[in-house]
């Protein structure tokens, strides 16, 4: 059972627009959120996270939504560049287990000029 | 400023051959994690660390073995490959701090392909 989940595999958007990406998770157990994006041939790199306390956290042109009622979270990019295309990884950690994590399946966003 | 390093890139191997992946850090990071990324899927953990001399499994773990000798180095072992394992590893490290949100810090990968 798919504790994390991203449903879009992928996400086309014009650049100068909002990208929308979403994440569902099963367990009520986790307690922080963070999203990684990841460029080909390399590593992921972390983004931006929200705590279960709170329902939005924003950091520039990034905003994390949460909504712990439907389990489910957001990253909104505001305006959207050609350099945000990515794959992009939701993660959720319990409160039970410091630091590791559940990664989703990834939503590749592709932001055209 | 290195961050987390993982050797080798790439890497052929023959089915029944064995290897070993590298992974350092230099940040003292206490948590250390292994995972593989498979065609179209997340990360999945095979085996993680929570300090030095210490090791546990994660979601994947059959087939793998890993050693943390010291605290900057995590090393995974395949004793007898199998093409099932032909996948990229990605190297993770993160602090411990209860309470808070730990980001992984992650290598770049090895890509490992088994014929």
């Known amino acids: 059972d798919q504790q994390v989940k991203q449903n879009s595999p992928s996400l086309s958007v014009q650049e100068g627009r909002i990208s929308i990406l979403n994440c569902d998770y099963t367990?009520?157990?986790?307690?922080?959120f963070l999203w990684y994006k990841k460029y080909p041939a390399e590593g992921p790199t972390f983004l931006i996270s929200?705590?279960?306390?709170?329902d939005k956290n924003e950091d520039g042109r990034f905003t994390v939504f949460l909504n712990k009622s439907a389990k489910h979270l957001s990253l909104h990019i505001v305006p959207s560049q050609p350099g945000d295309s990515a794959v992009y990884f939701c993660?959720?950690?319990?409160?039970?287990?410091?630091?590791?994590?559940?990664f989703g399946d990834g939503t590749t966003l592709t932001v055209k000029p | 400023n290195a961050g987390v390093t993982q050797t080798p890139k790439f890497r052929v191997l023959k089915t029944g051959q064995s290897m070993t992946l590298l992974c350092a850090q230099d940040?003292?990071?206490?948590?250390m994690y292994w995972y593989r990324q498979d065609p179209g899927m997340g990360l999945r953990l095979i085996h993680y660390?929570?300090?030095?001399?210490?090791?546990a499994k994660g979601e994947v773990p059959d087939g793998y073995n890993v050693s943390r000798l010291k605290k900057q180095n995590f090393l995974l072992g395949l004793e007898s490959a199998a093409p099932s394992q032909t996948s990229v590893y990605f190297c993770?490290?993160?602090?411990?701090?209860?309470?808070?949100?730990?980001?992984?810090?992650f290598g770049d990968g090895t890509r490992l392909s088994i014929l």
């Open positions: 993770a490290s993160s602090y411990s701090v209860p309470g808070q949100e730990q980001p992984q810090h």
């Open positions: 367990n009520s157990m986790f307690d922080y």
């Open positions: 929200i705590s279960s306390i709170k």
């Open positions: 993660a959720a950690i319990p409160n039970t287990n410091a630091g590791k994590s559940t």
């Open positions: 940040m003292n990071h206490e948590y």
């Open positions: 660390s929570v300090g030095e001399g210490t090791t």
